[in-house]
């Protein structure tokens, strides 16, 4: 019996052990996808060409949110980020667009600025760095670093600063995007996160994939004839690249990036290439084999945001061939990545979310053609007229400070500074002129924002994406279909390309997949909102939500 029993207690040791590790409801990994301007209905759209191992395994096998939306205006890169990981909207976490005006230094500031940072990692000397600073929430990404003391590792890659700055929060163990101003498309990061970037990032960008990328042609992944989702590839709705004639394929990039490089930017033509998400996904997998991710006790997190299909998009609109052949090839993308995860992690040992950041307009020179009510803003000229009404009203004097796309901002200097002037009434007065304009469908103050509470549609919206030391005076909304112009002259039919960050559908539903360890399969139809991503993390890790989170996870999750 004695020499039995540390047998037996050896045995009893490696079986406690065994099952805790069996047992262990949390995945070793969690990774989150932004796809940067993806709405919902690429899903279906292009469904029929997607390969099984892409979207569709994620569909088939996971869980899918069918009504889901942005719960704030505007629909912007960076508050989506942002909005997306603290499981907030703007009005508690501060990021209200990509830039905003700042009246004290009396000019517009960039959402990751940080004047006190420097690149690091680039090819040229110290040049201005970015980092989280001006995010004024916590993100579930910092909660799991706080909640495991530590030891959970958070990797946040992206081509776009942002991209990778905001879901990463303020403590990750590291955040990365790549750089085309200073470098040759080399990922970098800045001073804020480290002295160095670490040798495996360093080894990544001697590879010189982006050069290998830009020396190929693109042409669609199937016969371009079969793609009936999509417009004629020729047509007058987009964007024409320079050294390009017309917005078709092929797409020679070899050829092409001789008038980036002319210009300074050759190395921006990454963000126009179908081969630019692919460098990201090879750059994300590089991160999970170097940082050993998903490999210790705690659950660690990567978030990869894809960039391309945010420029591309732009530049070509949602009914373009090039966009439809940049999600079949993104499809590709996530295959490969999935088959990676199933390798390095275990099949089950991973969670996967994938969602946007927002969605898109429609091209408004095709909603034109087609009769569909559209058209432009003239912003510069509204601005005028109401700087005559308000000098006509109140006084001779500059009373706008800043007149932008979603806000007006009023000299509060000189209002404070002006006898008889009174800050409430000129910004009523500046709302009641602005409802009386064509196409401008809200005109709500400051001081309405703050004082009412607004349950529902577009007024609602704005409410969650005003925060009061940032936003503006007066915030503005427009008719559905119609976009800001700054030129005077332009129409509807001018216009080639599009753009995001309204109230309306095609800007705020958006995707939000499951799959993984734990996530049943199924679909919901019920109306839900990016920020519960963050609240179901927390419920999924049995983590402490972040402290503006919605609390609001989504229950399908944890229905068994």
């Known amino acids: 019996m004695k020499k039995l029993l540390p047998i037996f207690l050896l045995w009893s040791i490696s079986a406690s052990v065994l099952v805790a590790q069996t047992c262990n409801p949390h995945p070793k990994l969690v990774v989150g996808i932004v796809v940067d301007q993806m709405r919902f209905d690429y899903l279906e759209r292009y469904k029929e060409k997607y390969g099984e191992g892409g979207f569709k395994r994620i569909l088939g096998g996971g869980f899918s949110f069918k009504n889901a939306h942005f719960d704030y205006v505007p629909t912007e890169t960076a508050p989506g980020h942002s909005s997306i990981y603290t499981g907030t909207t703007p009005s508690v976490h501060g990021i209200i667009g990509n830039s905003w005006f700042d009246r004290y230094q009396n000019k517009s500031v960039e959402n990751i600025e940080d004047p006190a940072v420097l690149l ?95 020396d190929r042609t693109w042409n669609t992944l199937y016969p371009i004839e079969t793609y009936t989702e999509s417009a004629p590839d020729n047509n007058s709705y987009e964007t024409i690249l320079p050294g390009k004639s017309s917005p078709t394929f092929p797409y020679d990039f070899k050829a092409m990036r001789k008038d980036f490089q002319a210009a300074g930017n050759e190395y921006q033509l990454l963000w126009m290439s179908p081969w630019g998400n692919t460098m990201l996904t090879e750059f994300a997998e590089e991160a999970i084999t170097s940082e050993q991710l998903g490999k210790g006790e705690a659950t660690d997190m990567l978030c990869i945001s894809y960039s391309v299909t945010d420029v591309m998009g732009h530049s070509f609109g949602p009914q373009s061939v090039e966009v439809e052949d940049i999600y079949l090839r993104l499809d590709q993308d996530l295959a490969g990545l999935m088959e990676f995860l199933d390798e390095q992690v275990g099949k089950d040992e991973y969670v996967l979310f994938l969602t946007a950041d927002h969605g898109v307009v ?75 304009l064509p196409n401008i469908r809200y005109a709500l103050t400051a001081s309405e924002l703050q004082e009412e509470e607004y349950t529902d549609g577009v007024r609602r919206l704005m409410q969650h994406g005003f925060y009061p030391k940032r936003s503006g005076d007066v915030f503005l909304a427009y008719d559905p279909g119609f976009m800001v112009s700054y030129n005077p002259k332009a129409t509807a039919k001018d216009i080639r390309g599009t753009g995001h960050g309204t109230a309306y559908n095609y800007d705020t539903q958006v995707p939000i997949l499951w799959y993984g360890k734990s996530i049943p399969h199924g679909t919901s139809a019920r109306q839900v909102h990016t920020t519960d991503i963050a609240s179901s993390l927390a419920v999924l890790l049995d983590l402490q939500m972040p402290s503006g989170a919605t609390q609001e996870p989504l229950l399908e999750l944890f229905e068994k």
């Open 120 to 214: 690091v990692g680039t090819a040229q000397p110290a040049t201005r760095g970015a980092s989280p600073v001006n995010l004024r929430a916590e993100t579930i990404t910092d909660q799991l670093r706080w909640g495991s003391n530590f030891h959970s590792k958070v990797i946040s890659v992206s081509f776009k600063d942002r991209g990778a700055i905001l879901p990463g929060g303020h403590t990750p163990t590291g955040a990365y995007w790549l750089d085309t101003q200073t470098s040759p498309g080399y990922f970098v990061t800045s001073s804020y996160y480290t002295d160095a970037v670490p040798p495996w990032v360093s080894k990544f960008n001697a590879l010189g994939k982006g050069n290998d990328y830009l």
């Open 362 to 436: 429609p091209v408004i020179s095709q909603l034109d053609a087609y009769g569909i009510p559209s058209g432009i803003i003239p912003s510069n000229l509204y601005k005028d007229s109401l700087d005559q009404y308000l000098r006509a009203r109140f006084g001779k004097k500059p009373w706008i400070q800043f007149f932008g796309h979603e806000y007006l901002y009023l000299n509060h200097f000189l209002i404070e500074h002006s006898e008889g002037a009174d800050l409430e009434e000129i910004q009523e007065a500046s709302a009641e002129f602005l409802r009386n």
